[in-house]
Every structure is written in structure tokens, then in C-alpha cells.
């Protein structure tokens, strides 16, 4: 499914209108059953909710769908329920106006807010649930008074709260500072906003569903729209079978140069998962000071040790005996490694850079220009994203997509910017966006797992760009599983469930 920004949005319904010749109150009549309808039988659990509930129109289209909405609710025998508007009636002649109009004929009882606060102060604290239309993606800037005022009352009621499209004051530009209405639901219409993702605001759209809207499926599924939602089983489509006569030389050799002391779990964890990933070979290359280490945990892996060479001297390593490389859990900075790095990037080589491996590509990008060719994906956390790319950290937060798909094309390397949502930036300009925050995921070595996972994509034969979406959706999706079946778990429970999942 296609994710797309305000103005992409914005785009698609002028369009409907002008080139499909389907007349905004159609859709707006549309958008409003279909939320309705959507919102009773995923949020309602199929059943009409039978407790107050207040639905709060702004001026705009998201206040015209809230009123299509309570009329529907209306008409179904929900007599319990107030309209408040949030910020004076909709502007004469246009569609949400018709919308007003045709709920205060049916006799809905239509609040008007800040002018009745004490009435609508009682029926938000009465309410079951509270469907918010004040703003939609549109908003410039912040919310500011009344409306602002009208987001306290509703965030301090008991009662659930359902976005319409966005929770009210959440837009492309959103300052985590900004007033905004915290949800239990959000119902976006049509297709998911890449807003709704950002780091400060996901955490405010509660379970995002995306509400069917009659727009033609040309504008919706157009190839030109440059982002997507990373399903959690989009691994499953990546997959090559494996021959049923394949020997461990056929199934990939991976080289990983990971771990130096006090690190020596990233080494393990990301070798490991890599691993399980139905590779036939990985190769561990350690330093001789954590070597007895890993030598005696990794038994599955062949644990070898490095003595750092000089480029362009590979020190007795044979380049061309592996299929994919990964460079940087846990590696440390020392000494001669940025060089090797950059000795590494020059060649035919293939892989993953993460962790310390970006801090040292930071360092040659800081002298000299990099580019990766097309064969190297970088998986940074939003700090090594700020210094990889030069841009401040909370820069990066509020506009993640921009940035990560600027960098990908800059370096022309694939760029996997994790959080808790995480974005793939490819260096062709599109992006995928994986949804589902899982704070159980949140934990140290979490991220040399993923790190393993994509690395072992490459050595197993996909491109940078697959392997990446293969990486990210996998553990994901493991993430999700340990978390069913152990709650709070630690990175290494992570790396059996590969094994799980992949059978």
C-alpha cells in the first residue's frame, strides 16, 4: 500500500475531482460511511457503541467527514450523541456547510465551542469515545486558541478518542511541542500519511487504520508515488527456494568484521542471526584479543582472527570467497580501520555497513567524497544518522523520510533509518515506511540482529535494496513473535525465532 505526504494527498482529490469528474460531496459522503462503518467493526469490535459519543468538525474536510459520521451514526440508532464545532461554522456553500445542514435537520444537537464551554466541557467528559475533525493535514504551524484549548478538554476526558485522517494538529510539519490530540485510532482516509509515522507523532495516532475511499485506483496505486507501508511478511515474497541438492557452498558466505572488547555480543549476535538465515557459511573475524572469547561461544560460526592489514595488503584474506559483507557491530574505532573501510568501499564488494562502521565512514566522508555504488546498505540509528549525514539529530526526527532518501542518494547506498518506525531509503528516490512500534525490540543488540539479517540477504543472493526490505521485515516480525511468546525478551532470544519464522 502506497503512503504519501499532505500535498501528494491534497493532489489525488483534486484529481478525482477534475479528471474523474467525482464531485467532492460524493467523496466526502464516501469517506464518512466508510469510516463509520470502518471504525464500528475494528474499533467498535462490530458493535454500535452504546455510550455518548461527541464528534468535533473543524471547518475542513476532516470536520465535514466527522459530520457524515454522526448523521450515519444517527441513522443507526445512536441517539446519544453530540456535534461540537470546533471553531465557529463551516464557510456557506461549501460541502462540510451541506454536511451541518443536513445533521442539524435531523436534529443532532450542534455544540459550538469556545461559546458553550461549559456544555461541551460535559459532553466530552461523558463521552465513550471522542471523534476528532478538528484539523487535517493541512495545518500550517501549530494549533492555536481556541482550537488549541479545545485539544486540552478533549485529551483530558476519560473517554477513547478517535482521529479522523490525523490526530488534530499532527501535519508534515509537526513540532512535537505543538498542541495535539492524542487518539486510540486513527482513521486515515484513503491511503496512510507519511505524517502519521513520525518518531514525536506516532505515538499519538494510537492503532492506524486506513479507511477505503472511492478514489480511482490510477491516482491511488500510481507507480510515480514515491513511498510505501513495508508489510510485516514482505519477507516471504523475497525468498528464493533453496534446491533440494544445494551444497553450504551454494547458499552464501558471509564475512563479518564485528566486536572488540566490551562489544563482543554485537559480533556474536549479528554472526549468529546471519547465520540462521539459511546461509551455508559465516565467517567471523574478530581481533586476537577477544578471539578465545568468541572462538568458544560462536561453535556455528567460524570464528577467525584478524590482524588488521594495510591496505591495499587484504592480510591473507580472499575477497572473492565471500558473497556479502557486514562491517561495524561493535567493531570499535581503532586505529587503520577507516582506511580499510574506505579500502573495502573501492572494491566490487557487497554488504552492510552499521553501528561503528558508519562513524568511520562518517570520517572518510568528512575528507573525501563517498560513494557506495549501489551495492552497500547503511543501518544507522537517528544519532549515526545525524552524523553520517551532517544533518543535526533533531532534524533528522522531524523529517525522517526527506532526509534518509536525500542521504541514500547522496551516497548511493540504500539507507535503512531505524526507530520504531523504520524507514528504507533507496537512492532511487522511493522509500517504505514498516509501522507496528514494538518497545520490546527496543534493547541492546537488537540492531546487530537486524544488521546480521540484511547482511545475510546480500550473501544469499538479493540485491541491497531486497535485502534490506527482507532484513527489516523479518525482524519485525520476529520481534512480534518473541514478543507473544516471551513478553520482555533479551536480543539473543531473538535469533532462534529466525529460524522459527523462516520454516
Known sequence: MKVVSSEAMAQIDRLAQDEFAIPSLLLMEDAGVSAWSLFVRRACAGRLPRKPLVFVAGKGNNGGDALVMARRALCQGLSSLSVVLADGRPQKGGVPAQMLDICEAYGVECLSWPEQR??????????????????????????????????SAINASAGKRAGIDVPSGVSDSFDPAWPAVRCDVTLTMGLPKSCLYLPHARVLCGRILVVPVGFPPALVNDPALPGEILQFNAWRRLLSPIPPDTHKGRRGHLAVFAGSPGTTGAAWLSATAAARCRLGLVSLHVGRDIYPILAQKATSVMVKPWDEPQPPDWGGLDQGAYTGFLVGPGWGLAEGRERWLEHLLSREASGVIDADGITLLSRIAGRAQVKAGGRWVLTPHPGEFARISGVPRDQVLRDPVRHAVELSSRLDAVIVLKGHCTIVASPAGKYWIIDGPNPALATGGSGDVLAGLIAAGIAGGMGPLDAALFGVSLHASIGRQARRHMGWFLAEDLVPFVSRMLR
Open 118 to 151: 461549559e456544555a461541551v466541557v460535559s459532553r466530552l467528559r461523558e463521552a465513550a469515545w471522542i471523534l476528532d475533525g478538528i484539523a487535517g493535514t493541512g495545518l500550517r504551524g501549530g494549533l492555536r486558541a481556541p482550537a488549541s484549548e479545545l485539544v
